[in-house]
């Protein structure tokens, strides 16, 4: 029988996880003999609506997406429902109230991820002298849905101790260059008070620390730094002692997307969330983590 | 005019000042009903200041302007024109973009179900320049065609608007004499039928042909209001010019004095053979010596300017070869023409000449740097020093050599573009329309000067639309007709009225 | 240079000429290479995917006619999806009111830009750009989430489908055709066209020919804020959602497609109707790209750049030879 | 598209009237040329901004000595500015013949991403003691970065001037494709530096001042000196003000042309390196975003006109200057992040407002002040 044809249509390349995410898809299509028609969406929603239109015309056997925004998706989907095309998403769900629109979600959850964020500090601040401790938050991109959620579940979790107070909270776009430049303003303005950092991705997290090393403090000592993701570079820091601890959002989809795939094509009925496996790391074991790294 | 006629228009204590400049000062100025009323005034005078005033582009500061005994403060253009004040003003101002019909037209659209009836229009504009001989295709975009005929299509915007206050600055400083003919014709019908009409030439003969009424001014001042039958051409000149300078003999009589060329004209400088371009210029051949005055004479649109162009490389020629002092050149661009030792003063300073926001200074040595180089930079001393001097001796009327050209009057522009190119001082200078709006005594100063530059050797290739000024300034020169070369004549074997039936077509 | 202007409108006709002969090629050329490439669904749905991209940048065709540019486009869409939503979503207005709402709203703020640069004599480039960062920002003052709009009449309109020999097209492809036609008649047939092209011709000359040239300017920038606003109309049929992430950098395309489709961005010559091409051109890449589905990410960018590269040569050279010495930038020795 | 009197050449004759006129005595006309002084008012606006920090930010201005070197909020801005300022620098060029370069963001990645890669570098882990070594030697990395800037600037000119596109479309492409290839080059990775001395170049301090400061103050002053040792100022104005009357003038439209693309792309390429070496690592996906908006928004502020012609370089460095200012001043504000873009919006406007002259006739009529002075911009 003819090989499987999967459409993906991928938010764009914006950062390191992206990249990752994209590469594990395309393996895992080679190594599962899927044939991947991969598609770009730098970062458009329109763009992602034309690539699904184009999936469909094409009259592929899946189609697959990461969507860039959770809302919008209903007249899309409905088309390839009504070319009877099954749809998986991954990485970020929509809010579609017609849930037969697509088969099932595969990825983490980002408010998840937030309240993982959360939880460590709350641990962490048991050990920490009593009195206020004050936490800088660098965001993603106004807007971005992970950006809104992990800020979300990070503060529900925090909610629960008075002493843990968010002082700060700024765009750093995702990127280094942003999440170093609002680290050292907010480093002018109230340096010393800063106890806690959390950034919403490694990336930010990365540019943050230079910026504290630059004002002469110890990130990881004088200042806490959580972030999110668990890219390479994040081991790096935590095993130089810079970063204390991140949460993984893993981006290595690929394998498991096949796997629904096949099964989907095949017509068997797939669980409608399908949550990956992540983990927390903590400094601690960083290092004996980071030789199986993938990204 | 007979008495109690009250005046269309009327302007009374018309004061204006840009920054410091006084341009105007307590000007008064009466238009009456079917009369041809002429402004004169030597370059900067006040002329083009004061008919933006009366149409609304500048405020005065101070000042009234009555219309029929009404004051009237028109805001924009709009305004006056929706006084019944319609205008050419002193730059050709059309929009090149747009189809000739178009320009004529635009704001004043014929309407077919609300929407514009592209058909009428452009009978209507042919029609309207059959009525000044003018066959053009009027759906052609203007930029097709040469300033003439773009000053053409400008008047008879004018013409078509149906206006009490017809007024034209300057309108006839690039047209040829049957161009001028054909205007006069059509302005003598207007005044029968009692249009006020305000116009501004710098020609004498031009004033005492048309205009019943003359008002001079001189920097800025009201001189006088004179009926032009009770004033001679010699206190004309002396009331436009001042007390300040002696008066001046057969001023329409530019470069009479000027004895045979006894230089010798052995060198041939430039040598052009089979010269041309597809549609623009049947190829010509050309011989030009050093150290004389060689005239291209022809009606508009006859290929002067072509020659002119394809000479300096602005144009390709896509026949023909130029030998520069015998040696072959190949003319690809101004910069290898400059290079090669010619220099071209075009005549269309507002679209080729004038770099408007540059100051003075900056106009004038920008040729002479270019052709130094980026590196060799003109010491400011000695930029300053050129710039002074030409100011002085063309006698360009400007606050200082700092002040942007765009703030300059016509002809004072086109002054410091002459200024540009004598600087540069080049083996051979094409002169196009030189003379373009240059009060008549700055023109014989320059006539001058160009004839003390050819004694000095200096080759120049002069085009003009006042044949007469060809004639007494060339030592040869060339007819054109229908963009064909018919015949070279030397000084002399052409008279005034010969050489119009030689352009005319009656030659040979 | 006379040569060089005279040259100017054959070649910006020529262009426009030009432009649809290489479409052809191009669409060509993926029927080839790809399968299911040729299906009038596929050109249809250029239509249907880049009908607000179509509309957002017809207006921007009269705004760089008449010389100016207004970045503020892509921005404005968004606001207007994010004001439809939370109009539909929180106050339950009636759809049509939302609408004429967004439009008048759109039109307004294209009219304050406008008049900032008319009367205050304000660049264009950095007013419509600040109006860019107003307009993006408003939406996140209004919700930095997405928002869902569920209103029966834009859920209809966005799945309605009106079929063509079996194919089909969204309501918002009609809208977008009656606004390029209404356009087209606007720019050739009124005052108003006629005296946005003088004015990018030569503002001077329009001021002293007397043309209008205040409120013409005004109205132009209007009309842009108007065609982002009724795109975002649009575009919120399209997405069911507002957000304020939308539509960036649309104001990029809508420009290119102007430009593609063979309006100079000095103002003054130009068509209308080559918006379209050029809209179309853009989409047909995007669509070639998404066929070959190959293409990593960076060289989806290369590509496109490749593309353009491409497309801007062969409608150079061709409008080049097409009317001999012209060139479109002046400054050409 | 003819130029109308622009606002420089009013100023100017107003400077030249005043100057004939006012023949006060010497000071109340330096005064006078100061306050008419085309920089007046964008430095106005700087002086601004910074007065609502000294006010809102507690020890905004405070400067202290830390490890070899000043530290503080004014250090950060000029540091994070220095890069705009360069692409300020270039962009400024290119405007002022009446071209725009919207590739100057892609040709940061570019260069960015060569340097890094070049130079590389690995953390290798010799039990535990962490040691870097670099690919090549930084010198030919640095060389090879601008290089390829250069070539980017070469396309563009070639696009603009030889092709004769339009500029806008012209830099799209490279735009767009110029990412890609950075992307490409990284594998979309970003490409961490393991390699001190690159470090230098962002991050670094000379005489306890940023060195990226004295890398922008260095080409500041080498273009000034162009401008002001060679006729290229005067060329580049007379080619935006009138290609036609220039060429015919003899001036190399052309060359000139593919010159301040190339320089432009060059001054991107600096800036480039100064990004990705502050950030010790290249990130080719999100390098110099966007930076061709700030950049050209910089030029503009500093009061030099879209339509090209008369530029003023100073003017752009004060606009860059102004530009990170107020993204400082935002971010040490507290502003939330959702209003960012409102406030900037703001400021911008206030500062175009101010720069106008037709504004500042308005205002007093506003406020029944009779104090009318008589400009005259040459049209209604
Ligand atoms: N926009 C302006 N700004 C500053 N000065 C100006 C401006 N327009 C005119 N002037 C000055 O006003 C004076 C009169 O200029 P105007 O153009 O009226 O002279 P004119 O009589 O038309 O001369 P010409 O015969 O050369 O056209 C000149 O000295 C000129 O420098
Ligand atoms: N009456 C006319 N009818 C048609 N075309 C004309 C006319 N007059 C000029 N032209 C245009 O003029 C161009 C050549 O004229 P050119 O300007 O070279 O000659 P000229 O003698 O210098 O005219 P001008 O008196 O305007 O300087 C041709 O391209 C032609 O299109
Ligand atoms: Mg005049
Ligand atoms: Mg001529």
């Not at chain 1, 992206?18 to 299509?29: E, F, L, M, P, Q």
């Not at chain 2, 008047?155 to 006839?172: F, G, N, Q, W």
């Not at chain 3, 966005?158 to 020999?165: A, K």
């Not at chain 4, 001037?161 to 339009?166: F, H, P």
Request: hydrophobic letters at 50%; glycine letters at 10%; a neutral charge.
């Amino acid at each position: 029988d003819k090989a499987l044809v999967l459409g993906f249509s991928q938010v764009g390349a914006e950062s390191e996880w992206r990249t990752a995410n994209t590469a594990s898809i395309k393996d895992a299509a080679k190594e599962a003999g899927v044939t991947l028609k991969f598609a770009d969406a730098q970062q458009k929603q329109e763009n992602q609506v034309k690539a699904i239109r184009s999936f469909i015309a094409q009259k592929v056997d899946v189609i697959a997406f990461s969507p860039v925004v959770e809302s919008g998706w209903d007249t899309v989907l409905g088309e390839a429902k009504a070319a009877k095309i099954p749809v998986i998403l991954t990485d970020r769900a929509v809010d579609s109230k017609d849930k037969s629109l697509y088969v099932t979600f595969i990825g983490s959850d980002f408010v998840e991820e937030g309240r993982r964020a959360g939880r460590w500090l709350l641990e962490r601040a048991k050990t920490m002298p009593a009195g206020d401790i004050n936490i800088v938050e660098l965001q993603g991109t106004v807007g971005s849905a992970p950006a809104i959620d992990r800020k979300a579940g990070f503060a529900e979790i925090i909610a629960a101790n008075p002493h843990l107070k968010i002082i700060r909270s700024q765009s750093g776009d995702f990127t280094r260059a942003k999440g170093k430049e609002v680290m050292e303003a907010f480093l002018k303005t109230d340096g010393k008070k800063i106890n806690v950092l959390y950034a919403h991705n490694d990336d930010m997290a990365i540019g943050a620390i230079q910026a504290i090393e630059e004002a002469g403090l110890k990130p990881g000592k004088d200042i806490l730094v959580i972030s999110v993701d668990g890219v390479k570079g994040a081991f790096e820091a935590m095993m130089a002692g810079k970063l204390n601890v991140t949460v993984e959002c893993s981006p290595l989809l690929g394998p498991q997307l096949m796997k629904v795939a096949k099964e989907v094509a095949a017509g068997e009925t797939v669980p409608k969330r399908i949550t990956t496996e992540e983990g927390v790391f903590p400094a601690e074991i960083a290092a004996k983590e980071f030789p199986n790294r993938k990204y | 005019m007979p008495a109690g006629v009250a005046p269309t228009l009327a302007l009374n204590g018309i004061s204006k000042a840009f920054g410091g400049v006084k341009a105007l000062s307590d000007v008064a100025l009466r238009l009456y009903p079917g009369e041809v009323h002429t402004l004169m005034g030597q370059n900067g005078a006040g002329k083009s200041t004061l008919i933006k005033v009366l149409t609304g582009v500048y405020t005065p500061d101070r000042g009234q302007i009555l219309l029929h005994g009404q004051p009237v403060q028109p805001g924009s253009t709009l305004e006056a024109q929706g006084l019944g004040i319609s205008t050419v003003y002193q730059e050709v101002n059309l929009c090149a973009n747009l189809s000739v019909a178009e320009n004529i037209f635009i704001g004043r659209y014929p309407k077919k179900y609300g929407a514009i009836d592209w058909k009428a229009m452009e009978l209507q504009a042919q029609r309207l320049l059959n009525d000044l001989q003018i066959r053009i295709d009027v759906t052609a975009p203007l930029s097709r065609y040469p300033l003439a005929i773009q000053q053409m299509v400008a008047i008879s915007r004018a013409l078509s608007i149906s206006a009490k206050v017809l007024i034209l600055d300057e309108p006839t400083s690039s047209l040829d004499d049957a161009e001028v003919k054909l205007l006069f014709d059509v302005l003598r019908k207007l005044r029968e039928q009692g249009m006020a009409i305000l116009f501004v030439t710098h020609f004498l003969e031009q004033t005492y042909e048309i205009s019943d009424r003359i008002t001079v001014l001189r920097n800025g001042v009201l001189e006088g209001e004179y009926l032009a039958s009770q004033l001679s051409r010699l206190d004309l000149v002396n009331k436009m010019v001042g007390a300040q300078t002696s008066p001046l003999q057969g001023l329409d009589a530019i470069g009479d004095h000027v004895e045979p060329n006894t230089a010798d004209n052995s060198g041939t400088v430039l040598q052009a053979r089979g010269l041309g371009r597809r549609g623009v210029l049947a190829p010509l051949d050309l011989d030009l010596h050093s150290g004389e005055v060689f005239g291209l004479c022809g009606l508009l649109g006859s290929g002067r300017t072509e020659v002119a162009r394809l000479l300096f490389g602005a144009d390709k020629a896509d026949s023909g070869t130029i030998q520069i002092k015998g040696k072959i050149e190949k003319l690809l661009s101004p910069r290898d023409a400059i290079a090669a030792g010619i220099g071209f003063c075009s005549e269309d300073r507002k679209k080729e000449g004038a770099i408007l926001e540059l100051s003075v200074r900056e106009n004038i040595i920008l040729a002479l740097q270019a052709r130094a180089g980026l590196l060799r930079v003109i010491p400011r001393k000695r930029q300053q020093a050129l710039a002074n001097d030409y100011i002085k001796w063309l006698g360009i009327k400007t606050p200082d050599i700092e002040t942007p050209i765009s703030s300059l009057s016509g002809g004072n522009q086109q002054k410091t573009l002459l200024a540009r190119w004598l600087a540069v001082n080049p083996a051979m200078l094409i002169l196009d329309e030189p003379t373009r709006g240059i009060d008549v005594r700055a023109k014989q100063e320059i006539m001058d000067y160009v004839i003390a530059l050819c004694r000095k050797g200096m080759t120049i290739l002069f085009i003009s639309s006042e044949i007469s000024e060809v004639l007494r300034v060339s030592d040869r020169m060339l007819v054109l007709r229908d963009r064909k070369a018919c015949g070279e004549y030397r000084r002399g074997e052409l008279d005034d009225d010969s050489v119009l039936e030689v352009i005319a077509g009656e030659c040979q | 240079m006379m040569k060089i202007l005279r040259s100017l409108p054959e070649s910006s006709y020529f262009t426009s000429m030009v432009t649809v002969a290489l479409l052809f090629v191009m669409f060509g050329l993926g029927s080839i290479s790809y399968t299911g490439f040729f299906s009038l669904q596929v050109v249809l749905n250029l239509l249907i995917d880049n009908a607000f991209l179509l509309v957002i940048a017809i207006g921007m065709t009269f705004v760089i006619l008449s010389g100016g540019i207004d970045l503020s486009v892509g921005s404005v869409l968004a606001l207007t999806t994010m004001i439809s939503a939370y109009m539909l979503q929180s106050w339950h207005w009636p759809p049509l009111l939302v609408i004429a709402c967004v439009l008048l709203i759109g039109a307004s703020f294209g009219a304050a830009m406008g008049a900032l640069i008319h009367f205050f004599k304000l660049q264009a480039f950095i007013v419509t750009l600040a109006g860019m960062f107003l307009a993006r920002g408003l939406c996140y003052l209004i919700s930095i989430n997405s928002i869902t709009i569920d209103q029966p009449l834009y859920v209809a309109l966005s799945q309605g489908r009106i079929g063509i020999f079996g194919a089909f097209v969204s309501p918002s492809v009609l809208i977008a055709m009656m606004m390029l036609a209404l356009a087209i008649y606007l720019a050739h047939y009124t005052r108003f066209g006629r005296a946005v092209y003088a004015i990018g011709g030569n503002e001077q000359s329009a001021l002293l020919m007397g043309l209008p040239v205040g409120r013409t300017k005004v109205m132009v920038y209007a009309f842009s804020g108007f065609c982002a606003a009724l795109a975002g109309v649009l575009f919120s049929f399209y997405m069911l959602s507002g957000y304020g992430l939308h539509a960036q950098g649309t104001e990029l395309d809508a420009i290119a497609a102007v430009v593609i489709g063979g309006t100079l961005l000095t103002g003054g010559y130009g068509y209308v109707a080559g918006t379209l091409t050029g809209v179309l051109i853009l989409g047909l890449i995007q669509t070639l790209i998404a066929f070959d589905g190959t293409l990593s990410s960076w060289w989806t960018k290369i590509v496109i750049g490749v593309l353009l590269f491409v497309f801007c040569m062969a409608q150079r050279l061709m409008s080049l030879g097409a009317s001999r010495s012209g060139t479109a930038t002046p400054a050409v020795d | 598209m003819s130029i109308p009197l622009s606002h420089d050449s009013v100023k100017k004759s107003d400077l030249a009237a005043s100057t004939e006129t006012r023949t006060g005595y010497a000071p109340l006309k330096q005064l006078l040329l100061f306050l008419r002084h085309p920089l007046f008012r964008p430095l106005a606006a700087l002086a601004l901004l910074l007065v609502v920090d000294l006010f809102m930010i507690p020890g905004f201005f405070h400067l202290e000595w830390k490890d070899g070197h000043l530290y503080g909020s004014l250090i950060d801005i000029v540091n994070r500015a220095a890069p705009l300022i360069l692409t300020a620098l270039g962009m400024t060029l290119v405007i002022a013949t009446r071209g725009i370069d919207i590739s100057v963001g892609a040709v940061v990645a570019i260069s960015g991403t060569v340097a890094a890669l070049l130079i590389g570098g690995t953390l290798q882990m010799h039990n535990g003691v962490p040691e870097y070594v670099s690919r090549i030697p930084m010198v030919w990395a640095i060389a090879a970065a601008l290089g390829a800037a250069v070539l980017c600037g070469i396309w563009n000119g070639f696009l603009v001037s030889t092709l004769g596109l339009q500029p806008i479309i012209a830099t799209l492409i490279l735009m767009v494709g110029g990412r890609g290839l950075a992307q490409l080059l990284t594998d979309g990775q970003i490409i961490t530096v393991y390699y001190k001395p690159f470090f230098y170049i962002g991050s670094g301090y000379l005489f306890g001042l940023p060195f990226s400061l004295f890398i922008a103050a260095g080409v500041f002053l080498g273009v000034t000196i162009l401008m002001r040792k060679t006729a290229l100022g005067l060329f580049i104005q007379a080619v935006g003000i009138n290609p036609m009357a220039s060429r015919l003038a003899g001036i190399r439209t052309g060359a000139l042309i593919f010159f301040v693309y190339m320089f432009c792309s060059a001054c991107a390429g600096v800036a480039g390196l100064m990004i990705s070496s502050n950030i010790k690592s290249a990130d080719a996906n999100n390098a110099g975003l966007l930076m061709e908006l700030d950049a050209i928004l910089a030029v503009t502020l500093g009061g030099t006109s879209l339509g090209g012609g008369k530029f003023s370089l100073v003017g752009s460095v004060i606009g860059a200057l102004i530009i990170q200012t107020l993204t400082y001043t935002i971010y040490s504000m507290g502003v939330p992040p959702e209003v960012n873009m409102v406030v900037k919006a703001v400021v911008v406007f206030a500062v175009c407002l101010s720069q106008s002259q037709e504004f500042h006739h308005l205002m007093p009529r506003l406020f029944g002040g009779a104090g009318k002075n008589s400009h005259s911009t040459g049209k209604k």
